[in-house]
């Protein structure tokens, strides 16, 4: 990795109901494909230590869209796309955009992700591209997205 890189995580729980779940957050590596793809296995594997239906949440910038094999295996680990549940597409375009907005171009399409992984209902998924007077409070879109947990519907 050119950089170290960790994954966050806390479980939340429900005082009221009881109901509990994990959201994981983590910034992959933004140089080795190796890298990126041994960290998306490491998330996977610790993923699975829990019940396959607990509701776990993965957040992050993977530096790496749909194409690429670190999301090929966070897909085959059981991590569904919240985007692409709502919209039928894993890809809506660039969520990086260097602070020129719209004006940006890039070959790597959305690099920023939220995940679902367990007993999750996805309600609303979206790419926010706010500014305010053309100035965007970050190098990157906002990503968003509604869950439920299944076992409250």
Known sequence: SACVRQANWIRLEDR??????RVVNTH?????QAARENQARLIVED???????YPQ???????CDCRNAAIATLKAGGWVDTFS?????????????????PEYHSAIGKMDWIFAKGALH????????????????????????TVRDAGSE
């Open 57 to 63: 949440l993965l957040t992050g910038d993977m530096n």
């Open 47 to 53: 993923a699975s230590a829990y019940p396959q239906d």
């Open 122 to 145: 996805v309600l609303d998924a979206e790419i926010i591209k706010d500014s305010e007077g053309g100035r965007f409070p970050s190098d990157h879109y906002f990503v968003s997205a």
């Open 28 to 32: 992959l590596d933004h140089v080795s």
């Open 16 to 21: 009221a109901t009881g109901t509990s779940f």
């Open 85 to 101: 549940q709502v919209h039928g597409t894993d890809d809506p375009g660039h969520t990086f955009h260097a602070f020129h907005g």
